[in-house]
């Protein structure tokens, strides 16, 4: 017989069966609450709301995938590290910066459940998940949350070239993804309101919540970099600037330096998904760049996620 707290954490596998799913990318998605799940997560994204114990001093880096996560956790892990890593000998030379943040609710990325309850504070943490499937004391309880977004139709560049490098089976056209990335059916979409819950929470919680863009690291990462050491709670000190620190977390987690360190180069992928997911460190790094879109889509397929993101935050402040 099971424990209460056993039985908590019994995902629901019969309702799971039961939610609306699509084939299309890499891995069928399934519609949970509102949000496409890669179907083989659900049962283990539904246990976040319910069993995930936010503390107050929390750091959350939530993110719209393929929006610069990687990049995001490499410079907030390097920022809050600092005092008990050099660079000549820190973790991001032997490791994916993916695995130096947790993954809430994802076993792979050490993010299992029960491991994270035994995790020091405070603790740095991510994820993809919108706000309403986290605990809702993510909020009451004042944790800090980064949110990084990107300029629409290069995040959808990336996600298209992402799935068909993970993907095992036939690749996906540009077009089938478009339409649905339009319809709101890609990984953790729509996108639209991932964007919206995370900017009105920033709206509501501004001490608390900082809402960043990809664009916006690239255009003067070292402005973000300073913002987010603050943000983190461990500013830079006079010494610390006048010796040229902040500069170095830029360049250190720059996209040509991570992307040549060997943790990061092809080789030594992992199958997930019951191989239908081959995820090499170097998947994670492509371009790096702003404005690709123009390299992949039409004009008529620009001008219509134009229309169609227009149309999505219309009176709410947030605009790409
Ligand atoms: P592109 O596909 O446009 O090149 P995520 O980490 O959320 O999956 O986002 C991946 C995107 O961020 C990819 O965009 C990737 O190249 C880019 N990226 C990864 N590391 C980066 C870094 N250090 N600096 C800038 N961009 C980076």
Redesign the pocket.
Known sequence: SLNPLEASRQPDEDLVARLPTREGWSTPLTLYDNCWLRSHMVSKFMLVRDDFKPRRDDIILA?H???????LK?LAFTISSRSRCTFADHPLLTSNPQRVVPFIGVPGTGGDLDHLDTLPSPRLLSTHLPLTLLPPTVSTVGCRVVYLCREPK?AF??RW??DNKIGTGAPISLEDAFDMFCQGCSPFGPFWDHHLQYWNESLARPQEVMFLR?EEI?SDPLKVVRNLACFLGVPFTEEEEKSGLAEQIVRF???DS??NLDANKAGGGVERAGGKIFLEASS??????VG?WVNHMSKDMGEKMDLLVKDKFKGSGLEF
């Open positions: 993110t995938p393929k929006s610069g996560t990687t990049w490499s290069d560049v990336s070239h992402f990809y690239v987690c720059s996209f991570l992307r994670l790094f492509r371009k790096g760049k690709d």
